[in-house]
């Protein structure tokens, strides 16, 4: 393989803003985000928010939540903050009361007795909507302190692939910005 002097420096011509994507760099050590991406449902003066979209639990919602129908959706560690609480994206829209937009077709929370409600009467599917424990969150100027340090791409992404499933998110994400060649970088390059 070529050498490439800026094969680990990013050129960001996206800036971090609601419904855009983070994509960790492909050698970070941190143990939430390593090879993560995240989408941010939340991005202003104070901070950022947002949900790792790539990091399942070996749990079920219906394991974590009392009472809560069966139901096969994604659900998914996102991130270190509060991860004794629950959140949810949907493409439901106005059907759950209580939510926040992020993109045209895309939401975030709402009312979960609703959106309960609406799974046990078989009126939401799977691919409708994705679960997470905790969230990933950022002080003031912290995401842009981490985005000057290479730490993040950014990038946009369609609603489907952000409701896609979680296998192989992180080589689709980069695979479709100019940093491609980071999915040949192996995780543990002393391992080679």
């Not at 939430?32 to 399942?56: A, P, T």
Request: glycine content about 6%.
């Amino acid at each position: 393989m070529k050498f490439e002097p800026d094969l680990f420096e990013i050129k960001n011509n996206i800036l971090p803003a609601k419904g855009a994507i983070l994509i960790s760099e492909p050698f970070s050590r941190d143990l939430y985000f390593r090879r993560s991406v995240v989408l941010l449902i939340d991005h202003n003066k104070e901070g950022s928010m947002g949900f790792i979209l790539n990091k399942r639990v070996n749990f079920s919602i219906n394991e974590a939540v009392k009472d809560f129908p069966d139901f096969d959706a994604q659900f998914n560690l996102g991130g270190p903050v509060a991860t004794d609480t629950i959140h949810f994206i949907h493409t439901l829209g106005d059907k759950i009361p209580g939510t926040f937009k992020i993109t045209k077709n895309l939401f975030w929370g709402g009312d979960f007795e609703t959106m309960k409600l609406l799974i046990k009467e078989k009126l939401v599917l799977p691919n409708q909507v994705r679960f997470f424990i905790g969230y990933s969150g950022w002080s003031e100027n912290q995401l842009y302190e981490e985005i000057k340090n290479n730490s993040w791409l950014v990038a946009n992404a369609s609603t489907e692939f952000i409701m896609h499933k979680t296998s192989g998110l992180w080589k689709k994400a980069v695979q479709a910005t100019q940093h491609k060649n980071w999915v040949n970088i192996p995780e543990d390059p002393n391992s080679n």
